[in-house]
């Protein structure tokens, strides 16, 4: 059979590595202009907004949208705390999931069946928002931050890939541990959580983007708006035409408001950012995790 790097350099290989790189550069400048044309419109005047339905350079460099929403507190609070409930809210969810899918990883677990049977049960059906509210409310977790939280604290689908890769792990290494006097809890801290740094940093990247976007659950749960997440915030702002969070009079006299548009558009890029950042740190390790706790046959 031929090697992989010796199909690469045929003729046909060659082809269809060109025919790879035009086809994935369209589909990723596809996904990037959008983008490039929020950050250009957050920095754009009104009439720019009405005049060009897309631009990637402004013609006019505008900071007034950027200044409006930092006038006061109410944006910058509700990125503290988006940012705060992403990085409890990530650690939480990773602590609940890592300890429920290392048990659930050991084929002598009594009743291990009947919890998967549950979990997968879980995936499909669900109690619905009404009977999840009335839960929420009996726990006396309204107007919690928690609330944004615990509901979502395990994932049947994270939980069931990281039991995957626990089982992936070669059994010698727990024998020798329990030889060497090594406790269950010790080969949890001491082995498998060191071995799991791929998986674990996947998840966490999927958990923080989950929390960090939600914004139902900050609608259904946060009554004080001085609680609300950013994401929550930005809704406001979009779905219901809602400027009013930067303070005109601490901007000057010679102070103009920021279009609508504008506005709008930047507060989307503040919004983003935050998670942006973490994607580098975390990139290296996605495609390794997500490889080894694949369902393997």
């Not at 010698?172 to 959580?193: N, Q, S, V, Y």
């Not at 010679?254 to 548009?261: A, H, K, M, R």
Request: with cysteine; aromatic share 14%.
């Amino acid at each position: 059979m031929m090697s992989l790097s010796k199909m690469h350099n045929t003729p046909a290989g060659r082809v269809f590595d060109v025919f790879n790189f035009v086809i994935l550069g369209i589909a990723g400048l596809l996904m990037l202009c959008p983008l490039l044309y929020v950050i250009a419109g957050s920095f754009a005047t009104e009439a720019e907004l009405s005049r060009r339905s897309f631009f990637i350079f402004p013609e006019t460099f505008s900071l007034e949208a950027y200044r409006y929403i930092f006038s006061t507190n109410t944006f910058v609070r509700s990125i503290l705390v988006s940012v705060g409930t992403t990085v409890v809210g990530t650690i939480v969810c990773l602590f609940f999931t890592l300890s429920m899918a290392y048990p659930l990883s050991r084929k002598n677990l009594m009743g291990r069946s009947v919890i998967m049977n549950l979990i997968i049960f879980s995936m499909l059906f669900s109690g619905g928002m009404i009977p999840t509210y009335l839960v929420i409310k009996s726990l006396g977790l309204l107007d919690s931050y928690w609330a944004l939280i615990l509901p979502i604290a395990i994932n049947p689908f994270n939980l069931i890939i990281i039991k995957t890769f626990f089982q992936n792990i070669p059994f010698e290494l727990e024998e020798a541990a329990k030889m060497d006097g090594c406790t269950e809890f010790g080969i949890f801290w001491r082995i498998m959580l060191p071995l799991s740094k791929p998986v674990i940093a996947t998840f966490a990247l999927f958990y923080a983007v989950a929390i960090w976007n939600d914004f139902f659950s900050a609608l259904l749960y946060l009554n004080d708006s001085a609680k609300w997440p950013v994401q929550l915030l930005l809704q406001q702002i979009i779905m219901l035409s809602q400027s009013a969070i930067g303070d005109p009079t601490s901007m000057g006299g010679d102070y103009v408001e920021p279009p609508d548009q504008s506005l709008k558009l930047a507060v989307v890029v503040v919004a983003t950012i935050p998670i942006l950042i973490v994607y580098p740190f975390l990139q290296k390790h996605f495609a390794k995790g997500m490889l080894l706790g694949s369902v393997k046959g």
